[in-house]
């Protein structure tokens, strides 16, 4: 059966769905979408059910169309759709998806891991997005690269990671570059991410897990103190909680 753009649009597959959200697009009242699959497997991941196959197959799928149309229906609830996931590059649906909603004309905030440069480049240019939130998950080094994100990791998806990058520092779009403080991590990490971007840029706190004992607080500190200690350019660190 030929496919026509909406068609596509059904099949993005939705793992979640989130009708208002008053933090997660600052300064806009968003719905968010979690889309299924992650081709990374970082130690830290909370979201298993959006990520792993065993557990996506057993998992609740939202229907695209009936989620659009409660979007439809709601929009003057919303200023914006935060499209996150699991990773919501890997799916070649995704343009049309967010198409449909750039006709609502509310405004996109698309969550990424930078593994696909070109989509990104190609919605930037097609002026499909308002805003890119993406992950860097460590130096942009391989090995250390891999230690947070998994043995997958290799070196083309560090060259699209780098890529990405280097895209959204280029392309005039408003974006934010983010790091999740996992104890992996240490404050010359954190200053080799520094040097390699620009604009805002949020250190992410991981929240409190017994099973893992892990309490980054007092790498938070150190983090500030380093940090502060130094003099910035073109860049703005948050702590985010
Ligand atoms: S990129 Fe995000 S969704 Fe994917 S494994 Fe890492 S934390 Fe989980």
Redesign the pocket.
Known sequence: MKKNKQTIAFKLPIGGFQKQSLIDYPGNVSAIIFTQG?????V????PE??LQEQIKNAKRFNTEKTLNWINNNQKLLDAVVIT???PTLHDSLPAFINRINQLGLKIKLDT?GTNPKLLKQLIRNKQLDYIAM?V?APLELLKYREI??ENFNSTLMAKVIESIDILKSEGIEYEFRT?LDSLLVISDIENIIDSISGNYYLQLIHKDKDLQIDQNHFTVAVLKKIASKPLKNITIYIRE
Not at 38 to 42: A, D, E, L, P, T
Request: glycine share 16%.
């Open positions: 992650c081709n990374f497997r970082c830290y991941c909370h979201n959006l990520v996931g699991g990773e891991n992950d998950k994100v998994g999740t």
